[in-house]
């Protein structure tokens, strides 16, 4: 009954279990009404007729039509029942299915353990490279299949783009914490302004990734590439081979999912691909051999490994290379690369 009682299609729970009531409480009445009219039928009927009268027929006729409300109003509740659960097994082209922000995290996680390609395009991948690949890489492993990923985040090497991504974060930050109210309303208790990663915070989140990132191509099973955005994004794109997911920055506004049998789904495809053209891409896949040459510690090692490691894998890209000279990058790169969401198993 849990799939039949899906939130997402085609409404809430607490509207079906509303309708049953409203159907149930309706029904109850009409029959109750039905058993007093049967009652005067019958009394007329114990009465010698003299002929029928017109009583006797407008009850046998209110009867009839309260027999057939009844019967039209448990039709009507079983036919939607038997919608929701066609619309469950069968999948719409383009159904829209909004998520409650509670739910977003188990419905991607979900996502990741059934697709065989993964596509982000997004700002830090911050969620994504803890909870997200790691599961694709788990699953890629245990079934022995290939598992391409695309990874599309912000240019470290981007000052603007950064800059740029900080103020739209710290505008986000301010509306959750309601300065405008604060700002408007001066009897209202002061609230602490949400904090905001600084550029060299942001940027230790965008090496983090492409460290973990490249941790993961080691994998044989596992198609790496990372393509480096010169602008930013409001929100993120969580594609698998089931459904694009739409997020948005903040955890507690609600996400958007378009099945992949839609053609919402295909718009996404080829953004991803026209995004392709105009980044920088790091394909890991085609430089395996010489990310093992690195022996990249695992991400639970020691953080002067972790560190050191991070250094050389920068100076393996000439394109990042000077980032491996910015110490506190560095040290929040390693304080990312060491805390995931969800643990990575050790490449055999």
């Given amino acids: 009954m849990s799939n039949f009682f899906d939130p997402q299609v085609p409404s809430q729970r607490r509207q079906v279990i509303a309708a049953v009531i409203a159907v149930a409480a309706f029904c109850t009445f009409l029959f109750v009404v ?3 009219v049967a009652k005067e039928i019958a009394k007329e009927v ?8 017109d009583w006797s027929r407008g009850l046998v006729t209110v009867k009839s039509v309260i027999d057939s409300l009844i019967a039209a109003a448990i039709a009507a509740l079983l036919l939607s029942f038997i919608f929701r659960l066609i619309v469950n097994l069968i999948d719409p ?6 998520i409650a922000p509670s739910d977003t995290t188990a419905r991607l996680q979900e996502n990741a353990r059934n697709t065989q390609s993964y596509i982000f395009i997004g700002n830090t991948a911050t969620f994504v490279t803890a909870s997200i690949i790691p599961i694709l890489v788990d699953i890629a492993r245990l079934t022995n299949r290939r598992c391409s990923i695309d990874l599309f985040i912000l240019d470290p090497m981007s000052a603007q783009a950064v800059k740029s991504y900080i103020s739209h974060k710290n505008r986000v930050a301010i509306a959750i914490s309601e300065i405008f109210d604060k700002k408007n309303s001066r009897w209202i208790q002061q609230m602490e302004v949400a904090k905001v990663d600084d550029e060299d915070q942001v940027v230790g989140k965008l090496v983090a990734a492409i460290y973990l990132s490249a941790f993961t191509s080691l994998q044989s099973s596992m198609q790496m590439r990372v393509f480096l955005r010169d602008s930013f994004t409001s929100f993120g794109v969580d594609m698998s081979d089931k459904e694009v997911v739409l997020t948005q920055e903040s955890n507690d506004e609600a996400a958007v999912a378009f099945s992949a049998r839609g053609e919402f789904y ?6 991803a ?6 980044a920088v891409c790091i394909d890991f896949a085609r ?4 990310l093992k040459n690195l ?10 490994i972790i560190r050191s490691s991070l ?3 920068l100076r393996l890209f000439p394109y990042l290379s000077s980032l491996s000279e910015r110490q506190h990058v560095l040290d929040y790169a390693v304080v990312r690369i060491k805390s995931p969401t969800h643990s990575y198993r050790s490449v055999p």
């Fill in 34 to 36: 039905n058993i007093f």
């Fill in 46 to 53: 114990a009465i010698p007729p003299a002929g029928e009268s």
């Fill in 93 to 98: 082209r383009d159904r829209v299915i909004e």
């Fill in 266 to 271: 295909k718009w996404y495809k080829k953004e």
């Fill in 273 to 278: 691909f026209s995004q392709q053209g105009q």
């Fill in 287 to 290: 430089r395996r051999n010489e």
């Fill in 295 to 304: 022996s990249l510690p695992h991400p639970s090692g020691r953080s002067e």
């Fill in 311 to 313: 250094i050389c894998l």
